[in-house]
């Protein structure tokens, strides 16, 4: 770009004429690698940046008078550009199908001076998928185990039905299950020995757990067989039901 400066009547200063200096916005102008003057003494800026924006003028002068130009102004302007795409954003849903999107802004740099806005979209938008989280879920109870020696039969069961995946709720509840197989008439006492306590009465101190073991034990409980088994019929005479004693 050239800044011409010229007499009043429009004609060009010559080479042999008086010395030109320039001005912008009224201090003088620094000249350096893209703003200079020229032989013919105009003004050249070969590479236009925004900071060059401004108001030019020219001032002659000799031994007789100094003359000044009008203004000039120069306005560089700046097209917009787009700035770097922003990272992708979540999709919109939990789970199943949904959006996502990401954006650009156009400020690199921002148009200026009547500068060309940015062209092409600021958001773009995309289709996504995520993974849907599956509850765990019990399946059925297994068979019960055989009675145990301790009273009790246990049985279990699986969180398979389904299984929890995808950051799932594992299954509610226990795993496992146990109980009493003699209908809370046989217990385990705490000296390690399965008794059978009178039908329709509570557990003795002999039966209960953590009941306190008495002195005369051992001559409570038979020492001189491993069971002792009621003739058929007798229960219901005696309220007792079969003894098996774990000496």
Same mark, same amino acid.
């Given at each position: 770009?050239?800044?011409?400066?010229?007499?009043?009547?429009? !004609?060009?200063?010559?080479?042999?004429?008086?010395?030109?200096?320039?001005?912008?916005?009224? !201090?003088?102008?620094?000249?350096? $690698?893209? /703003?200079?003057?020229?032989?013919?003494?105009?003004?050249?800026?070969?590479?236009?940046?925004?900071?060059?924006?401004?108001?030019?003028?020219?001032?002659?002068?000799?031994?007789? *008078?100094?003359?000044?130009?009008?203004?000039?102004?120069?306005?560089?302007?700046?097209?917009?550009?787009?700035?770097?795409?922003?990272?992708?954003?979540?999709?919109? /849903?939990?789970?199943?199908?949904?959006? &996502? =999107?990401?954006?650009? $802004?156009? $400020?690199?740099?921002?148009?200026?001076?009547?500068?060309?806005?940015? !062209?092409?979209?600021? /958001?773009?938008?995309?289709?996504?998928? $995520?993974?849907?989280?599956?509850?765990?879920?019990?399946?059925?109870?297994?068979?019960?185990?055989?009675?145990?020696?301790?009273?009790?039969?246990?049985?279990?069961?699986?969180?398979?039905?389904?299984?929890?995946?995808?950051?799932?709720?594992?299954?509610?509840?226990?795993?496992?299950?146990?109980?009493?197989?003699?209908?809370?008439?046989?217990?385990?006492? !705490?000296?390690?020995?399965?008794?059978?306590?009178?039908?329709? &009465?509570?557990?003795?101190?002999?039966? *209960?757990?953590?009941? =306190?073991?008495?002195?005369?034990?051992?001559?409570?409980?038979?020492?001189?067989?491993?069971? /002792?088994?009621?003739?058929?019929?007798?229960?219901?005479?005696?309220?007792?039901?079969?003894?098996?004693?774990?000496?």
């Amino acid at each position: 770009m050239m800044v011409l400066c010229l007499r009043e009547a429009g !004609e060009r200063l010559k080479d042999s004429g008086p010395r030109v200096s320039w001005l912008k916005n009224d !201090e003088p102008l620094n000249m350096d $690698t893209k /703003v200079g003057a020229r032989a013919d003494n105009n003004l050249i800026i070969s590479e236009a940046r925004l900071s060059d924006s401004g108001n030019y003028t020219c001032l002659a002068s000799n031994i007789v *008078a100094k003359r000044r130009s009008a203004n000039a102004a120069v306005v560089v302007y700046v097209n917009g550009g787009w700035s770097l795409w922003s990272d992708w954003s979540l999709c919109n /849903v939990r789970c199943g199908r949904g959006l &996502q =999107k990401r954006s650009r $802004t156009c $400020t690199n740099p921002a148009p200026l001076n009547g500068g060309a806005l940015c !062209e092409g979209m600021s /958001v773009q938008k995309s289709t996504c998928n $995520t993974i849907c989280p599956v509850d765990g879920s019990w399946g059925p109870w297994s068979l019960w185990t055989a009675c145990g020696v301790d009273c009790g039969r246990q049985r279990s069961r699986d969180c398979a039905e389904p299984e929890p995946r995808h950051g799932g709720r594992p299954c509610d509840g226990p795993g496992l299950g146990a109980d009493n197989c003699t209908g809370g008439l046989c217990i385990q006492s !705490e000296w390690g020995r399965t008794s059978l306590r009178p039908q329709g &009465q509570s557990a003795g101190p002999l039966g *209960a757990v953590g009941a =306190k073991r008495p002195q005369d034990a051992d001559a409570i409980l038979p020492s001189f067989m491993d069971s /002792v088994v009621l003739p058929e019929g007798a229960g219901g005479a005696s309220g007792f039901v079969a003894v098996d004693y774990t000496l």
